[in-house]
């Protein structure tokens, strides 16, 4: 029996971004040269010597996220001891930098594999951070200068509501400012 409604349409879908694309590719990549380099490594030598590389990665790894984590904190308390004391902050110290490249680094150590390790390794010397926190900042900088004019809050000016049925519905934010005249009651939402 036919009600005489049209049959909803499938929607396009939105095309995927490169990152969503590319990014399970490359894990998975990631994740094969891995498990080849360690039964690389194994034929080699013996499974002892690959079982000894992964526990002093692990152990090694452990160590290094625990000081820099020991190091943020004290930084933190040292920053708020200064600010209810009312001093003003002082310029960062040079060594307080790159505690989150170390526990990345430390991270990339405690997972299993070879490339993780060299990795993490690398991530550990410090003209490796310089280098690398330098270039996040200029690459943070361009997308800043790339982005719409305006403030952060007008970003969120415009809302988007994802209905069950996957559409989008647009609106705009409106807030109601003290001191505004009243407004008359809006109708309500419907589907």
């Known amino acids: 029996m036919t009600t005489g409604a049209q049959t909803p349409s499938t929607p396009a879908r939105p095309r995927r971004s490169r990152l969503r694309t590319f990014l399970p590719l490359g894990l998975a990549a990631w994740l094969v040269l891995e498990i080849w380099l360690l039964t690389v490594v194994a034929g080699a030598s013996s499974g002892l010597v690959v079982f000894l590389v992964l526990l002093a990665g692990l152990v090694l790894g452990s160590v290094v996220i625990k000081r820099a984590g020991r190091r943020a904190f004290k930084n933190l308390s040292e920053a708020l001891q200064q600010q209810q004391s ?18 990345l680094g430390g991270l990339l150590l405690i997972i299993p594999g070879l490339v993780s390790d060299a990795v993490g390794l690398l991530l550990l010397l410090p003209p490796v951070q310089k280098a690398v926190s330098r270039s996040a900042e200029r690459t943070f900088e361009r997308k800043l200068r790339e982005a719409d004019p305006g403030t952060l809050g007008g970003a969120f000016q415009q809302a988007r509501m994802h209905r069950p049925d996957g559409k989008v519905v647009q609106g705009e934010v409106i807030r109601d400012e003290p001191g505004d005249a009243p407004r008359e009651p809006r109708p309500p939402l419907t589907h």
């Open 86 to 103: 009312g001093a003003t902050p002082t310029a960062a110290r040079p060594n307080s930098e790159g505690n989150g490249l170390m526990m």
